[in-house]
């Protein structure tokens, strides 16, 4: 088995939803149970992947992608999609417009996870953490989220919605944001300066904090056809990722001899899927859920 690292950026807000709430959101996104943290769901990439694949190639999508519903006993198919969770989370900043938000837990889990997919070699060991709720660490002292205090000895501030950070630059946060902005946004492009000018990583409570109060989450209404006006229970409350949003997963594939698939042909494939944006999750009629989809080029045999 190969795999590989693939990441999620959001062009627009994303809903990949539960389909129901019990609190005030009617739908909610989809989340962890244990960690509360955002994801979007493998099954909706391969959905989403594969009706792509249909469009250009109904044989390679059959042998990659597996049979169709009444065929599924025939073989399987050979691509494997895990879920994708939340890399870093945009967050509203007095400073420099947006924050592209992460912490300790997120870091060490794509850690993990490039360590199976094969890319710890263009991933940082060392993730900085910081000590206190209070602080954050930041790219550099140049931050476009760091405010210059009146007191030239006092620490340099970053404010996320309604928190007051100290700003720590940090060696280790320089090297993260480098290595993120290569893998989604091309490290040397004008947006992938901007990742690195606008990247922040918070404690995990913060984290938590964020995850609850700075998703987007919008009204909609039903309006009836003949007097235009809202639906008796028409109205409801729908949360998304908002846009700018990254998430990262793993792409994994085997060689299946029925079909003749292989983890090369397979990777070869999504490679020439993912050259435009894809829909992903709901409400495609509105333009949400639009997303770039990056696989990492780097790949690795399962000992």
């Known amino acids: 088995m190969q795999a590989k690292l693939y990441f999620v950026h959001a062009l627009t807000p994303l809903h ?3 389909g129901q709430g019990v609190g005030v ?3 909610p996104i989809a989340r962890e ?3 509360g943290i955002p994801y979007l769901p493998g099954s909706s990439v391969k959905g989403v992947l594969r009706d792509a694949s249909l469009a250009t190639d109904k044989t390679q999508t059959l042998a990659i992608f597996g049979p169709d519903t009444e065929n599924a006993s025939d073989y399987a198919g050979a691509l494997q999609v895990t879920d994708a969770r939340l890399l870093a989370l945009p967050v509203r900043s007095l400073l420099g417009a947006f924050a592209w938000v992460t912490s300790p837990l997120l870091l060490r889990r794509f850690q993990r996870d490039g360590h199976y997919a094969g890319g710890t ?3 940082p060991t060392n993730i900085p953490t910081p000590v ?3 602080e954050c660490r930041v790219h550099s002292e140049v931050c476009a989220l760091t405010e210059k205090p009146a007191n030239q000895n006092a620490s340099k501030m970053v404010y996320l919605e309604d928190l007051d950070l100290q700003a720590q630059p940090d060696a280790g946060a320089k090297a993260w944001a480098e290595a993120i902005a290569a893998s989604v946004l091309g490290k040397d492009t004008e947006w992938g300066r901007l990742f690195q000018a606008r990247f922040c990583i918070v404690h995990d409570d913060v984290l938590g904090f964020l995850l609850e109060t700075a998703t987007e989450v919008v009204a909609r209404i039903k309006l009836q056809d003949d007097t235009k006006t809202v639906q008796r ?3 409801w409350y729908e949360e998304a990722l908002p846009a700018e949003s990254i998430l990262v997963g793993i792409f994994a594939a085997q060689e299946i001899k029925k079909s003749g698939a ?3 042909a397979a990777f070869t494939h999504l490679k020439s899927l993912l050259k435009q944006p894809l829909q992903l999750g709901g409400n495609a009629t509105v333009g949400r859920g639009i997303c770039r989809l990056y696989a990492c080029d780097q790949a ?4």
């Open 262 to 264: 292989t983890p090369a």
């Open 16 to 18: 990949a939803g539960t």
């Open 300 to 303: 690795v045999n399962e000992k």
């Open 233 to 235: 229970g028409g109205l």
């Open 132 to 134: 206190a709720v209070t």
């Open 121 to 123: 070699a263009t991933l």
């Open 25 to 27: 959101i009617d739908l």
């Open 33 to 35: 149970k244990a960690t």
